[in-house]
């Protein structure tokens, strides 16, 4: 007997429960080759749909490793996503910026589960 699968996804996005997450890619240009310095240009952003919570000081301080700054949003999305994700330079949600996977791995981690990710995402505070 075959297991009926519901996709989530699908039924909150009926519900209108998802949300925008803005993903910015970068192309890296070296300025001065002498000095090796280099400089971002970011591409137009990527939008990803997925279901965005704030997480409390409670979740924070039991759940999750390192120290994640207060503001922080945990972020499921499809799994067809993750890529981009991991691949990005820049993370924006209402006007606040996280941490991207090549800033550090304390305040950017990521859970894979078989029909979605999680990821956590530390807020900036530069």
């Keep these: 007997m075959s297991e009926k ?10 519900e209108g429960q998802l949300s925008t997450l803005l993903v910015y890619a970068a192309k ?4 001065d080759p002498t000095e090796h ?11 990803i749909k997925g279901l965005i919570m704030q997480i409390g000081f409670s979740s924070l301080h039991w ?14 999305i499809e799994k067809k996503n993750k890529t981009l994700m991991l691949a ?8 606040n910026y996280f941490k991207v996977y090549k800033d550090d791995s304390q305040n950017f981690q990521y859970i894979e589960r078989p029909d979605y990710c999680v990821f956590v995402l530390g807020l900036k505070n530069d």
């Design 5 to 14: 699968r519901i996709d989530i996804f699908n039924l909150l996005k009926n």
């Design 28 to 31: 890296e240009t070296e300025t």
């Design 37 to 47: 310095t280099k400089t971002l240009t970011y591409l137009n952003p990527l939008p």
């Design 63 to 76: 759940k999750y490793w390192g120290q994640i700054p207060t503001g922080s949003i945990q972020v499921i």
């Design 88 to 95: 990005a330079d820049k993370i924006k949600y209402n006007d």
